[in-house]
């Protein structure tokens, strides 16, 4: 998907979270979203999926509004896997379940029944398979969330929103609570899916692993490129701050 977002102003209460923000994304790029805490972060992904609209500026995902309509948003987010920091897993359900859930939309009502019932449609069960193997979740997945810990919730959240093949993946922090190799590989499987990402995080060492960059600040976009070339870091966290993240 390609994502255009053209000064962009959106206000939350009475505070300004993301000021006169322009940026453009290319069908299939990957770029990484750098920052602190309260930087913007998190509503910039919330604006490009629909959830919050600018007061100011524009924003177009393959040439549409997001909320031009009912319709279009719906299209946007069956073709969108979100991985949040705090899971919005659904409590009851088994770690299936809740993995199927991302292509409920495809299903005709039997489908639902079966599916609660712990009988996976045959066209889901091979790539059910692949994900749970790749991401260690086999035995976890006829148990319910709640009875997971916050890392293989994690990791159930990653293999969700990969399971559709989406076209656009929004991660927000999505290695946090990971041990380092469970991170590598959630992070590799994000950028190998060949959907256009877009993922946060406060941390340089993830940042350092995109050719582009963007870094927010109080709202502001005060760098967009790569972290490989010569930068002033301070003009990015301000004096300060760490040199691998930030809290």
């Known amino acids: 998907m390609r994502i255009d977002i053209d000064h962009a102003d959106v206000r939350l209460r009475d505070r300004t979270v993301l000021r006169d923000v322009t940026l453009g994304f290319h069908e299939g790029e990957q770029v990484?979203?750098?920052?602190?805490?309260?930087?913007?972060?998190?509503?910039?992904?919330?604006l490009i999926v629909g959830a919050v609209t600018p007061q100011r500026g524009d924003v177009r995902v393959d040439g549409v509004r997001p909320?031009?309509?009912?319709?279009?948003?719906?299209?946007?987010?069956?073709?969108?896997?979100?991985?949040?920091?705090?899971?919005?897993?659904?409590?009851?359900?088994?770690?299936?379940?809740?993995?199927?859930a991302a292509v409920a939309h495809e299903w005709r009502l039997r489908?639902?029944?079966?599916?609660?019932?712990?009988r996976v449609?045959?066209?889901?069960?091979?790539r059910l398979a692949e994900l749970a193997d790749r991401h260690e979740i086999q035995d976890v997945l006829p148990v319910p969330i709640e009875r997971l810990s916050g890392g293989q919730r994690q990791r159930v959240a990653v293999a969700r929103a990969l399971?559709?093949?989406?076209?656009?993946?929004?991660?927000?922090?999505?290695?946090?609570?990971?041990d380092p190799v469970r991170a590598a590989w959630a992070l590799d499987d994000l950028r190998g899916s060949g959907a256009t990402l877009v993922a946060t995080t406060h941390d340089l060492t993830v940042?350092?692993?995109?050719?582009?960059?963007?870094?927010?600040?109080?709202?502001?976009?005060?760098?967009?490129?790569?972290?490989?070339?010569?930068?002033?870091l301070e003009s990015i966290y301000g004096r300060g701050r760490p040199a691998k993240a930030l809290e």
Do not use: H, M
């Not at 909320?67 to 899971?87: K, M, P």
């Open 163 to 178: 399971f559709g093949r989406p076209r656009l993946l929004l991660a927000d922090e999505s290695t946090a609570g990971l």
């Open 207 to 232: 940042a350092e692993q995109f050719r582009r960059v963007i870094a927010l600040r109080e709202g502001r976009v005060v760098f967009d490129g790569d972290l490989r070339d010569r930068v002033d």
């Open 111 to 118: 489908d639902w029944g079966a599916v609660l019932l712990g």
């Open 67 to 100: 909320r031009q309509s009912r319709a279009a948003l719906l299209r946007l987010r069956r073709s969108t896997g979100c991985v949040r920091q705090r899971d919005d897993l659904v409590r009851g359900l088994t770690a299936r379940t809740n993995i199927l």
């Open 121 to 126: 449609p045959p066209r889901y069960e091979e």
């Open 32 to 46: 990484a979203v750098l920052g602190p805490s309260g930087a913007g972060k998190t509503t910039l992904l919330r």
